[in-house]
């Protein structure tokens, strides 16, 4: 068996037939279901046992007495997998044509490579208006073999290495019932010297928060968890470059220095006048400016940024002292680079 997908159930029948029926359609490489039935009181058990009965996919079916919340079961799932590959599944989730066999190719193309989401509504990817999601994955087709990297993977389909999880271990239990227990599963794993990475031509669409939602204490639990994980790992930053120089040398300073950034989870931002080849990373962000009064319409558009920037780092050194005296506005730290 090439891949276990761990597949957490709360209610929700008509998605959890959804994804598991999309499953049966769109998988060809081998698998094995490994459903954790997390005490459904509607119609679900019965539907999970018909599965089980008919024996026409592999499936391990358990059922727990009573709601253990999603990092459980998904911690349960795991420590009865033995498979090379496990794929964390949300029920609310509908998979397209190849997603899986592309997932995996895609995390076999480099040993660092530890955590493989797909593209997703989610993470930016949506069809648009009234267009099917298979026709919209098709599109997706031509970016088979291509990826690009993550600050952190998204847990609602998150493919994992048997390694990274006999290194790092399972989520951790301390997050509950659910919220930055996958950011936190990320963290550790980059630590280990692992990459999160986006499948670009792989796709799973996702209802989002379709379980979570309806949890009376949702907004407590991520209150919470944020800043259990951000007592762990800090506030993301947000890190502005303004280039002022295409040196080389120093671009692959720079370069080298954002990569390491959005690896940890933080985000940054390149102000650039000219065409320039930044790193391909979900949280390293180009923003192009004419070059005629570069520094102003930067500085502008600094200024009125709504989420603040918590360092500057700049080239040149007027303007820099130009971003230190309006520091009262934008409340950055402004560096030199």
């Known amino acids: 068996m090439k891949c276990d997908i761990i597949i957490p159930v709360w209610n929700n029948l008509s998605f959890t037939k959804d994804c598991v029926e999309s499953i049966r359609n769109n998988t060809k490489t081998g698998y094995r279901l490994i459903i954790i039935d997390n005490a459904s009181t509607d119609d679900t058990r019965k539907y999970l046992e018909g599965l089980k009965t008919a024996g ?14 999603f990092i ?30 592309e997932m995996i190719s895609i995390a076999e193309r480099s040993d660092d490579i530890g955590i493989v989401n797909p593209s997703s509504n989610n993470l930016g990817q949506r069809p648009a208006p009234g267009e099917p999601l298979e026709r919209y994955a098709e599109r997706l087709k031509p970016l088979r073999g291509k990826y690009i990297e993550l600050g952190s993977a998204i847990g ?37 010297g692992y990459r999160c990475v986006r499948a670009c031509g792989a796709y799973v669409y996702h209802r989002e928060n379709a379980s979570f939602r309806r949890l009376k204490t949702f907004d407590e639990d991520f209150r919470r968890n ?13 890190i502005a470059y303004v280039l002022d120089t295409y040196d080389q040398n120093v671009l692959k300073k720079l370069f080298s220095e954002a990569t390491r950034l959005a690896r940890a989870g933080n985000w940054v931002w390149f102000f650039v006048k000219e065409k320039v080849d930044i790193p391909a990373h979900s949280n390293i962000i180009a923003v192009n400016m004419a070059p005629d009064n570069f520094h ?14 918590s360092e500057i780092c700049v080239g040149d050194e007027f303007f820099g002292k130009a971003l230190q005296a309006l520091a009262f506005v934008h409340k950055a730290k402004v560096t030199y680079y």
Not at 156 to 179: P, V
């Open 56 to 69: 026409e996919i592999p499936l391990l079916l358990v059922r727990n007495s009573e709601n253990l919340g």
């Open 72 to 101: 459980k079961a998904v911690n349960h799932g795991m420590a009865l997998s033995d498979a090379p590959f496990v794929c964390l599944l949300n029920n609310d989730t509908i998979v397209t044509e190849g997603w899986l066999e």
């Open 156 to 192: 609602f389909c998150m493919l994992l290495k048997r390694d990274l999880i006999s290194k790092i271990g399972f989520f951790d239990e301390i997050y509950g019932m659910g919220n930055f227990e996958d950011t936190d599963f990320s963290r550790r794993a980059v630590k280990e």
């Open 226 to 238: 944020k800043e259990i994980y951000e007592f762990r790992w800090g506030k993301p930053r947000r």
């Open 296 to 309: 102003i319409k930067t500085a502008f558009s600094i200024l009125k940024k709504k989420k603040r920037y």
